[in-house]
């Protein structure tokens, strides 16, 4: 197994100077902060939108805002809202769909609630960006529209709304591209916080965090800003319901719980959709009553269900994917084993199993819907923009991407798909080997190495939990100092004594191989 990986040479007690060279990070980028932010006013449209904001505050308009519903979505909803709430301003609603009722974007429920409502602004976060028929629609209505995204765009086909803040745009000069819809809520406020001369609460870059977190965007520059912000001034970061979570959740005192308390507050407000525009985790983050216990208690019940259902699915998962062999894995559930909002979750999963491009697919309110997710070396976008013509409406990311489609076109997509995989396979690269970060002996998996460790939290995409090779060892020496992850089930090989492992918290490691020396 040990071919699998490319190991430094040597072991060296430096753990944290291996891992910095080996990603060619330096010890001062490591200590930037909020300061360091680049200029809001770089991102394109973001003067248009703060402006048509400032109005509405001071004439006192009536608005919308319009949300994902997905933890992105609905912390950049919140933050949006509780910044206008701290403004004084008591004119806003929110929105958010539900997407086991109705397709992503802007859709007829909410351009009734707009009609009926006799809104004139709505403005969108983390979505909008390609509903050019649902804006033309709100217009016809007298509304105006924001739209404020960070989703790939397609240049020729803006939806015609008053103004646009997203960093893919092609005239954007802001220099780092890969916010969350929520680290363009985060950016658009801070503008808005100068232009009122109103601070921005500092809890917003906590629901910064969560949601830029939960939406899987690069740990790296400005992404890492924010979370890192949080990390560092822990003591800052509260509001009631960061306090209320608290006295529901174990020690929080250390770079590593407060991280793992970010992820835990994704998980949990992943849940609550409902319909008619409400959301249960939206309506507990902006509960003051002792409503909110109950609001929490319903959100845990969800959670825990959901964990239920995920644990199924990846069981399925797992009988779909033993002894696989293909370059791309292709699954129509047309039994319904996956629920719909589940459907991404699995791709995943087989990406992470198999490495290789992942498109499920199921009917959901009359339609075809997909959910496609790669790894490195493909383009799920790009793959979907080849076949554009099979499918009623696509968009996303170049590694997480869906659509919608008519179910007579699905033989048709398929062959198209199939055409775009072969070429992308025909231009691409030699596997490479995964590289280990470093290498070390059992004596330095110590309580100091792993506190330096935690000045490259928080984890994530482009940033991920090292991999250290571990030399002269044993299996029942490992499991004697750490819990495993996996139990040791990876370890087949009881003779081995060098391992490759994720160190996942002080006390927790997981074994990804093993190999006798």
Same mark, same amino acid.
């Given at each position: 197994?040990?071919?699998?990986?490319?190991?430094?040479?040597?072991?060296?007690?430096?753990?944290?100077?291996?891992?910095?060279?080996?990603?060619?990070?330096?010890?001062?980028?490591?200590?930037?902060?909020?300061?360091?932010?680049?200029?809001?006013?770089?991102?394109?449209?973001?003067?248009?939108?703060?402006?048509?904001?400032?109005?509405?505050?001071?004439?006192?308009?009536?608005?919308?805002?319009?949300?994902?519903?997905?933890?992105?979505?609905?912390?950049?909803?919140?933050?949006?809202?509780?910044?206008?709430?701290?403004?004084?301003?008591?004119?806003?609603?929110?929105?958010?769909?539900?997407?086991?009722?109705?397709?992503?974007?802007?859709?007829?429920?909410?351009?009734?609630?707009?009609?009926?409502?006799?809104?004139?602004?709505?403005?969108?976060?983390?979505?909008?960006?390609?509903?050019?028929?649902?804006?033309?629609?709100?217009?016809?209505?007298?509304?105006?529209?924001?739209?404020?995204?960070?989703?790939?765009?397609?240049?020729?086909?803006?939806?015609?709304?008053?103004?646009?803040?997203?960093?893919?745009?092609?005239?954007?000069?802001?220099?780092?591209?890969?916010?969350?819809?929520?680290?363009?809520?985060?950016?658009?406020?801070?503008?808005?916080?100068?232009?009122?001369?109103?601070?921005?609460?500092?809890?917003?870059?906590?629901?910064?965090?969560?949601?830029?977190?939960?939406?899987?965007?690069?740990?790296?520059?400005?992404?890492?800003?924010?979370?890192?912000?949080?990390?560092?001034?822990?003591?800052?970061?509260?509001?009631?319901?960061?306090?209320?979570?608290?006295?529901?959740?174990?020690?929080?005192?250390?770079?590593?719980?407060?991280?793992?308390?970010?992820?835990?507050?994704?998980?949990?407000?992943?849940?609550?959709?409902?319909?008619?525009?409400?959301?249960?985790?939206?309506?507990?983050?902006?509960?003051?009553?002792?409503?909110?216990?109950?609001?929490?208690?319903?959100?845990?019940?969800?959670?825990?269900?959901?964990?239920?259902?995920?644990?199924?699915?990846?069981?399925?998962?797992?009988?779909?994917?033993?002894?696989?062999?293909?370059?791309?894995?292709?699954?129509?559930?047309?039994?319904?084993?996956?629920?719909?909002?589940?459907?991404?979750?699995?791709?995943?999963?087989?990406?992470?199993?198999?490495?290789? %491009?992942?498109? +499920?697919?199921?009917?959901?309110?009359?339609? #075809? $819907?997909? !959910?496609?997710?790669?790894? *490195?070396?493909?383009?799920?976008?790009?793959?979907?923009?080849?076949?554009?013509?099979?499918?009623?409406?696509?968009?996303?990311?170049?590694?997480?991407?869906?659509?919608?489609?008519?179910?007579?076109?699905?033989?048709?997509?398929?062959?198209?798909?199939?055409?775009?995989?072969?070429?992308?396979?025909?231009?691409?690269?030699?596997?490479?080997?995964?590289?280990?970060?470093?290498?070390?002996?059992?004596?330095?998996?110590?309580?100091?190495?792993?506190?330096?460790?935690?000045?490259?939290? %928080?984890?994530? +995409?482009?940033?991920?939990?090292?991999?250290? #090779? $571990?030399? !002269?060892?044993?299996?029942? *020496?490992?499991?004697?100092?750490?819990?495993?992850?996996?139990?040791?089930?990876?370890?087949?090989?009881?003779?081995?004594?060098?391992?490759?492992?994720?160190?996942?918290?002080?006390?927790?490691?997981?074994?990804?191989?093993?190999?006798?020396?």
């Amino acid at each position: 197994m040990v071919n699998r990986w490319k190991v430094p040479a040597e072991a060296s007690p430096d753990l944290l100077g291996q891992i910095l060279k080996h990603r060619g990070l330096k010890s001062d980028e490591l200590g930037l902060s909020l300061k360091d932010m680049p200029d809001e006013s770089l991102l394109a449209g973001i003067e248009e939108v703060a402006e048509r904001l400032r109005r509405a505050l001071y004439k006192n308009e009536a608005l919308v805002i319009f949300g994902h519903d997905d933890p992105d979505g609905v912390t950049s909803t919140y933050i949006l809202y509780q910044f206008l709430n701290s403004c004084g301003y008591q004119k806003h609603r929110y929105y958010i769909p539900n997407r086991n009722l109705e397709p992503h974007g802007i859709q007829a429920s909410v351009i009734d609630f707009v009609r009926q409502g006799g809104y004139k602004l709505l403005i969108t976060v983390d979505n909008g960006i390609s509903a050019w028929e649902g804006v033309t629609e709100l217009n016809k209505l007298g509304c105006e529209v924001l739209i404020t995204d960070h989703h790939l765009i397609q240049p020729d086909h803006l939806p015609p709304a008053y103004a646009i803040l997203n960093p893919q745009l092609p005239h954007c000069q802001y220099p780092y591209k890969s916010l969350a819809g929520v680290g363009v809520v985060l950016l658009l406020i801070r503008y808005l916080s100068r232009l009122l001369e109103h601070e921005v609460p500092h809890a917003s870059y906590f629901w910064a965090a969560v949601g830029s977190i939960a939406d899987k965007v690069p740990m790296t520059g400005v992404n890492r800003l924010i979370v890192r912000e949080v990390i560092e001034n822990w003591d800052k970061v509260r509001d009631y319901t960061i306090d209320f979570l608290l006295r529901n959740y174990m020690r929080v005192d250390s770079p590593s719980t407060i991280f793992n308390f970010i992820q835990n507050t994704a998980r949990l407000i992943a849940n609550g959709r409902e319909p008619g525009g409400e959301h249960t985790a939206i309506r507990f983050m902006l509960q003051v009553s002792d409503e909110k216990a109950d609001l929490f208690q319903e959100l845990e019940q969800q959670k825990n269900l959901w964990e239920q259902e995920l644990n199924k699915v990846f069981g399925f998962m797992d009988s779909l994917v033993t002894d696989f062999v293909g370059p791309a894995f292709v699954y129509y559930d047309d039994e319904g084993v996956i629920p719909y909002n589940l459907l991404g979750t699995a791709a995943t999963y087989v990406v992470n199993n198999l490495d290789i %491009p992942t498109i +499920m697919l199921k009917m959901h309110n009359g339609a #075809m $819907v997909c !959910e496609g997710r790669c790894s *490195d070396g493909f383009n799920m976008v790009s793959a979907f923009t080849h076949c554009r013509d099979h499918l009623i409406q696509y968009g996303g990311h170049a590694k997480a991407a869906g659509f919608t489609m008519d179910p007579v076109k699905y033989d048709a997509f398929l062959a198209c798909f199939n055409e775009f995989l072969n070429e992308a396979l025909a231009n691409a690269e030699e596997p490479q080997k995964i590289a280990v970060d470093a290498r070390i002996k059992a004596k330095d998996l110590s309580p100091e190495n792993w506190e330096k460790l935690e000045v490259l939290l %928080p984890w994530g +995409m482009k940033n991920p939990e090292p991999l250290i #090779m $571990v030399d !002269e060892t044993s299996l029942q *020496d490992l499991q004697s100092r750490f819990m495993l992850d996996n139990g040791g089930q990876a370890v087949k090989d009881q003779r081995a004594n060098s391992f490759i492992i994720s160190w996942k918290s002080p006390n927790l490691i997981k074994i990804l191989d093993h190999y006798e020396a």
